[in-house]
């Protein structure tokens, strides 16, 4: 209990730094906060509009970051004038779109890596192994917004399946499961093959230590099956890495969908953030900016926590502290 | 699967292992280690075989490929392992998974790595059950609680849901016992069983392999560096070195008569309980040979006090000695006249040493 409270507080430290990061960046990148809040090109009358929103502008960083993020986490987002639209809403309308990018790429990443780290680990230095090696490092080499560029031309642009550039739309899953596939199918394995391929490069990495320990030979000398060993025996003591890389390249992924976005075309919080950096549209900025990071600070909770359940040892040792 | 099921005899006066000229050489970058190299050897149904010897002389290799546990990469073996009248060599993984747990089982070294330290204890006991005996869940879970029970654990019902490193290392290695003995083995290896255990849990372990044994008429091929521990438990005691059997004899016939110097030498390295404490224990001089390019003749020879010039050059067979059951590979033998001149030289300039230092004192 003391340990999650310590790493709770460390990972609320890590979340104030990095916020307080975004707001002083976004002030440095802003040459009149009070203009970009009120929507650039406007009259005097809405600027002093604004000005009434946000008397404390012209106070300190420190003390303009204590109103922002009261606002924050209490929920008034703020309206963006730049959208006509309260940032709350955009929030709300974009969201599931990024959502399900980065949850699909995920998916993909890890339906590629399981099966790549253990089988290239179980028979390391064959040719599956010496095959999935080189081409997971070409997918890693590639920039996503390559493996975008492919997709589209080998996969969009020749069949009928999925819709060609920038045209996919957000689609939820519960309202039609097929129409969310072609939707979201490509923006995602954009994402998951790269992070597929370093994933697997972990796993088998921590696998082929595993498949030497000792454990792993009585499994095999009880006569249970090379499945069985791989998947129950020898899979649980080499995903540590993994998860954390998972919680780690969240970010990443985050950041990976404004460029899928871009290309394929399910306009999310990436999109929007694009033109948010472009007109300078200061809220909708801040606010994208928290969440990610929130998302980030979060999954590298849950994980910690994920080590325990995975590893009683790992539990035991808490449990002392 | 049933189709090709391996038809494993137990009835006949065929002993339960035969193996013959066996040997396992791996490839390495250096060349090819010849970690065993030519061992024959039988083991009859509930008998126990110590197999002794210093670590690098192949004990551990020979187990294993005896097992079939060797990756294949990598390794060549050749020779013949029959167990039960059935040829094992070269058998498919998926055919020696029938005989893995069921026919044979294995308890290692290090209990605190052997075990899975990610499954509590009951699930590793009840997974061979499971697998091969097809057992449900409730049966599995009685016959593992009852398991326990017989290798002596406190409370068994609560340590299948234990996890081994809530356990000590004695119990874990009780575990490890357990899990082997599941589904009743006719050949047990215990390779270095006590060595990583405390010395007061050693002999709880070892009589428990031996009263297990007893129960079960198991064959068991008791893997060690300790001449010590093996005199208590074995019937028969093979002693390797460099991948090859040097001396081979009952137990008692061993101790009272041993021919190979290599074998007096191990003894000698053990502490003995009746000399003075601080009494300087006796090693064996250099270490044991590059088993890439062995020593030509006797293998022993660069460190045996007693080679003469035959030894490095012409390699000793493995001869019998007064009774068939006693073979030994050495020119000049404990108790032949060549050895007792030798050793007579050896204690004179000794005693010459002794003198010149008490002078100089």
Request: charged share 20%; net charge neutral; hydrophobic share 45%.
């Given at each position: 209990?003391r340990?999650?409270?310590?790493r709770?507080?460390?990972?609320l430290?890590?979340?104030?730094?990095v916020?307080?990061?975004v707001?002083?960046?976004?002030?440095?990148?802003?040459?009149?906060?009070?203009?970009?809040?009120a929507?650039?090109?406007v009259?005097?009358e809405?600027?002093?509009?604004?000005?009434?929103?946000?008397?404390?502008?012209?106070?300190?960083l420190v003390?303009?970051?204590?109103?922002?993020m009261?606002?924050?986490?209490?929920?008034d987002?703020?309206?963006?004038?730049y959208q006509?639209?309260?940032?709350?809403?955009?929030?709300?309308?974009?969201?599931?779109?990024?959502?399900?990018?980065?949850f699909?790429?995920?998916?993909?990443?890890?339906?590629?890596?399981?099966p790549?780290g253990?089988?290239s680990a179980?028979?390391?230095?064959?040719?599956?192994?010496?095959?999935?090696?080189?081409?997971?490092f070409?997918?890693?080499?590639m920039?996503?917004?390559?493996v975008a560029?492919?997709?589209l031309?080998a996969?969009a642009a020749?069949?009928?399946?999925?819709p060609?550039?920038?045209?996919?739309n957000?689609?939820a899953p519960?309202?039609?499961?097929y129409e969310?596939?072609k939707?979201f199918?490509?923006?995602a394995?954009?994402?998951?093959?790269?992070?597929?391929?370093?994933?697997?490069?972990l796993?088998?990495?921590d696998m082929?230590?595993?498949?030497?320990?000792d454990?792993v030979?009585?499994?095999?000398a009880?006569?249970?099956s090379p499945?069985?060993?791989?998947w129950?025996?020898?899979l649980r003591?080499?995903v540590?890495?993994?998860i954390?890389?998972?919680?780690?390249q969240?970010?990443?992924?985050?950041?990976?969908?404004i460029i899928a976005e871009q290309?394929f075309?399910?306009?999310?919080?990436?999109?929007r953030?694009v033109?948010?950096?472009?007109q300078n549209?200061?809220?909708?900025?801040?606010?994208?900016a928290?969440?990610?990071?929130a998302?980030?600070?979060v999954?590298?909770l849950?994980v910690?926590?994920l080590?325990?359940?995975?590893?009683p040892?790992i539990?035991a040792?808490r449990?002392?502290? | 699967?049933?189709a090709?099921?391996?038809?494993?005899r137990?009835?006949?006066?065929?002993?339960?292992?035969?193996?013959a000229e066996?040997?396992t050489?791996f490839?390495?970058?250096r060349?090819?280690?010849r970690?065993?190299?030519?061992?024959?050897f039988t083991?009859?149904?509930?008998?126990?075989?110590?197999?002794v010897g210093?670590s690098?002389?192949?004990?551990?290799?020979?187990?294993?490929?005896?097992?079939?546990l060797?990756?294949?990469?990598?390794?060549n073996?050749?020779g013949?392992?029959?167990?039960g009248?059935?040829?094992?060599l070269?058998?498919p993984?998926?055919?020696?998974r029938?005989l893995?747990?069921t026919?044979?089982?294995?308890?290692?070294?290090?209990?605190?790595?052997?075990?899975?330290?990610?499954?509590?204890?009951?699930k590793?006991?009840?997974?061979?059950?499971?697998?091969?005996?097809?057992?449900?869940?409730?049966?599995?879970i009685?016959?593992?609680?009852r398991?326990?029970?017989?290798?002596?654990?406190?409370e068994?019902?609560?340590r299948?849901?234990?996890y081994?490193?809530?356990?000590?290392?004695?119990?874990?290695?009780?575990?490890?016992?357990?899990?082997?003995?599941?589904?009743?083995?006719n050949?047990l290896?215990?390779?270095e069983?006590t060595t990583a255990?405390d010395?007061?849990?050693q002999?709880?372990?070892?009589d428990?392999?031996?009263e297990?044994?007893r129960?079960?008429n198991?064959?068991v091929?008791?893997?060690?560096?300790?001449?010590?521990?093996?005199?208590?438990?074995?019937?028969?005691?093979a002693?390797?070195?460099?991948?090859?059997l040097?001396?081979?004899?009952?137990?008692r016939?061993?101790f009272?008569?041993?021919?190979?110097?290599y074998?007096k030498?191990?003894?000698?390295s053990i502490?003995?309980?009746?000399?003075?404490?601080?009494?300087?224990?006796?090693?064996?001089?250099?270490?044991?040979p590059?088993l890439?390019h062995?020593?030509r003749g006797?293998?022993?020879?660069?460190?045996c006090?007693?080679a003469?010039?035959r030894?490095?050059?012409?390699e000793?067979?493995?001869?019998?000695a007064?009774s068939d059951?006693?073979?030994?590979a050495c020119?000049?033998?404990v108790?032949?006249?060549?050895?007792?001149e030798r050793?007579?030289?050896l204690?004179r300039?000794?005693?010459?040493?002794v003198?010149?230092?008490?002078?100089?004192?």
């Open positions: 209990m340990y999650l409270l310590q709770f507080v460390q990972f430290i890590v979340f104030v730094v916020t307080f990061i707001l002083a960046a976004t002030r440095i990148g802003s040459s009149d906060p009070l203009r970009d809040l929507g650039g090109q009259n005097q809405r600027l002093e509009e604004v000005a009434a929103d946000y008397p404390y502008l012209d106070k300190p003390i303009q970051y204590g109103y922002w009261t606002d924050i986490v209490t929920g987002w703020g309206y963006s004038y006509s639209q309260s940032v709350m809403d955009m929030f709300k309308q974009r969201a599931p779109a990024t959502f399900f990018i980065v699909w790429a995920l998916v993909i990443g890890l339906l590629i890596a399981l790549v253990i089988y179980y028979r390391r230095d064959r040719i599956f192994d010496k095959a999935t090696s080189l081409s997971t070409a997918t890693i080499s920039p996503s917004l390559v560029v492919l997709l031309y996969v020749r069949t009928d399946l999925f060609t550039v920038g045209g996919s957000y689609v519960w309202d039609n499961p969310h596939f939707n199918f490509l923006p394995l954009t994402l998951g093959v790269g992070i597929g391929g370093v994933w697997s490069r796993l088998r990495a082929v230590l595993t498949l030497q320990s454990f030979t009585l499994a095999k009880k006569g249970i499945m069985r060993i791989l129950v025996h020898a003591a080499s540590l890495s993994l954390t890389s998972v919680a780690l969240l970010g990443a992924l985050i950041s990976g969908s290309f075309g399910p306009r999310g919080l990436g999109d953030l033109f948010a950096i472009q549209d200061l809220l909708t900025l801040q606010a994208i928290v969440v990610i990071v998302v980030v600070v999954a590298n849950a910690d926590l080590y325990a359940v995975v590893d040892r539990r040792a449990a002392l502290t | 699967m049933s090709d099921r391996l038809s494993v137990h009835d006949d006066g065929e002993p339960l292992l035969q193996v066996l040997r050489h490839r390495t970058p060349g090819m280690v970690a065993v190299d030519g061992v024959t083991l009859e149904r509930g008998k126990a075989l110590g197999v210093e690098g002389s192949g004990k551990t290799v020979l187990a294993r490929t005896v097992m079939g060797l990756p294949k990469r990598n390794v073996t050749s013949s392992v029959r167990f009248g059935v040829e094992m070269g058998l993984q998926r055919q020696m029938e893995w747990g026919e044979m089982a294995m308890v290692f070294q290090d209990p605190m790595s052997s075990l899975n330290p990610l499954m509590k204890v009951g590793q006991i009840t997974e061979p059950l499971r697998f091969h005996m097809g057992m449900g869940k409730s049966d599995s009685a016959t593992a609680e398991l326990l029970r017989d290798v002596r654990i406190p068994p019902r609560r299948l849901n234990q081994p490193h809530e356990l000590s290392g004695g119990m874990r290695q009780r575990v490890m016992i357990a899990i082997a003995l599941a589904c009743g083995p050949l290896f215990a390779d069983p255990l010395v007061t849990v002999s709880q372990i070892l428990l392999i031996a297990q044994r129960d079960r198991m064959a091929i008791l893997v060690t560096h300790d001449l010590g521990v093996v005199a208590n438990y074995t019937d028969e005691i002693v390797m070195y460099a991948g090859r040097v001396e081979k004899a009952p137990t016939t061993l009272s008569n041993m021919k190979m110097p074998t030498a191990l003894l000698r502490p003995k309980l009746n000399l003075p404490s601080h009494t300087r224990l006796d090693t064996i001089p250099g270490r044991p590059d890439v062995p020593p006797c293998r022993f020879a660069p460190r006090a007693n003469r010039d030894c490095t050059e012409e000793p067979p493995l001869l019998a007064d059951d006693h073979t030994y020119w000049y033998p108790g032949s006249p060549e050895y007792r050793e007579e030289q204690k300039l000794d005693d010459r040493r003198l010149a230092a008490e002078e100089a004192g």
